[in-house]
């Protein structure tokens, strides 16, 4: 990781923006000591990917049988 002080950072923050955006993380110092990370944004995840990923997970997961979701609630009730 790549440190910069705070002066050059607020100098160069177009550049340091745009080298984030390539996947660096770039440290910024303030009086020699590290304030803040400078790192690409997490990817966005469409909604479709995420029911794609719960329907993949649902079809994973095994039947009991006899075991609802009704019982293991009036079971927890007791």
Known sequence: ?????????????????????????????????????????PSEVSLKEVFDNIDRIRKRVRKVKGLTVRSLIEEGRV
């Open 1 to 41: 990781m790549r440190k910069v002080g705070l002066f050059e950072a607020k100098q160069k923050l177009s550049e340091l923006v745009n080298r984030a955006k390539s996947g660096e993380r770039i440290g910024i110092t303030q009086r020699g000591k590290l304030a803040a990370v400078i790192g690409p944004a």
